[in-house]
């Protein structure tokens, strides 16, 4: 534990912060928390809403949690109040794996004494909190092709949409969600022989809104999720003053996960690196802290 912390918080020293909590590991910065308290007498997280604020504030606390803890607190901040944030609603229970799911239920509970489902439901309406609610009571992960199955499926989501007027959502939903990554790949892969458009297409010409949203990242995640948080990266910084929200978000949830492989495809996608990216996009300290968790220029 680094005494100089401690000083760091008592005078604000923004770039000390940064440098020590940005690069270390969630489990490292939990030892950081207890030490603190043990030497301090405080709580840390008290200590730095004190010492911060803004998007650097909101970017540091969510570095504090460990990433179930993270998404959890998203989920809830999107559903309570007036309005919903469909936006992130979407984007974690669409992205995150079933085993992902699982551990986020759990600690939503214990965070906020609530069931997860009982809020999604209480704050989102039709087939869009149908498909949500499906997706958030997915069996444990799994790996199993269905090779029976996915000639079946196939053709089920092509009679389910393009084929008949109007859409058979609950049978997309089904399939949706009920299937596995690799299984629901191939699927899509078949489709195209049934379909005169790929699986995106007709999503775009079957559904609208939140739905639309929703099955389209389901099937951007099942395809490249590296690439989807990308594109969301980079949509969030097209914009004249970049969407810190979404930024903080992608960068603090993602950054033990998969960040490496999500700057190799924003390289790949978009012809130059996210750190360069945001370098350009984001401003003082926020940015020093963004670049620190981006971790170098590709």
């Known amino acids: 534990f680094n005494p100089v912390f401690i000083g760091a918080l008592v005078c604000v020293d923004e770039q000390t912060i940064i440098d020590i909590l940005t690069r270390r590991s969630c489990d490292q910065r939990r030892e950081i928390t207890f030490e603190y308290e043990r030497i301090a007498k405080k709580d840390l997280t008290t200590a730095l809403k004190g010492a911060l604020s803004g998007s650097l504030e909101a970017l540091i606390l969510g570095l504090m949690r460990s990433t179930a803890q993270f998404d959890a607190a998203e ?43 009982k809020d999604v439901a209480g704050d989102t309406s039709g087939d869009f909190a149908k498909l949500l609610l499906a997706l958030t009571k997915r069996d444990e992960p799994s790996n199993v092709i269905d090779y029976q199955k996915i000639d079946e ?30 299984h629901l790949q191939r699927v899509f892969e078949r489709y195209k022989s049934y379909s005169p458009y790929d699986m995106k297409e007709s999503i775009r010409k079957e559904v609208k809104g939140d739905l639309e949203k929703s099955f389209l990242t389901l099937v951007e995640c099942f395809e490249n999720k590296q690439l989807y948080f990308a594109n969301r990266l980079s949509e969030a910084m097209k914009s004249k003053g970049a969407k810190e929200k979404v930024l903080t978000r992608i960068i603090v949830s993602r950054c033990e996960v ?20 945001i370098a350009e996009h984001t401003k003082g300290d926020y940015q020093k802290a963004l670049l620190s968790l981006c971790g170098g220029d590709d």
């Open 258 to 277: 998969d960040l490496m492989k999500i700057r190799t495809e924003f390289k790949r996608q978009h012809k130059r690196s996210l750190y360069q990216t």
């Open 153 to 182: 499926d196939a053709r089920s989501l092509y009679e389910a949409g393009v084929r008949r007027k109007g859409t058979d959502v609950a049978t997309w939903i089904t399939i949706f969600s009920q299937r596995s990554v690799p």
């Open 75 to 117: 989920l809830n901040a999107s559903i309570k109040g007036l309005g919903t944030d469909e936006e992130t609603l979407i984007e974690i229970l669409c992205s995150r794996s079933n085993k992902e799911l699982v551990e986020i239920k759990k600690v939503y509970k214990d965070m906020f004494k609530k069931e997860l489902e």
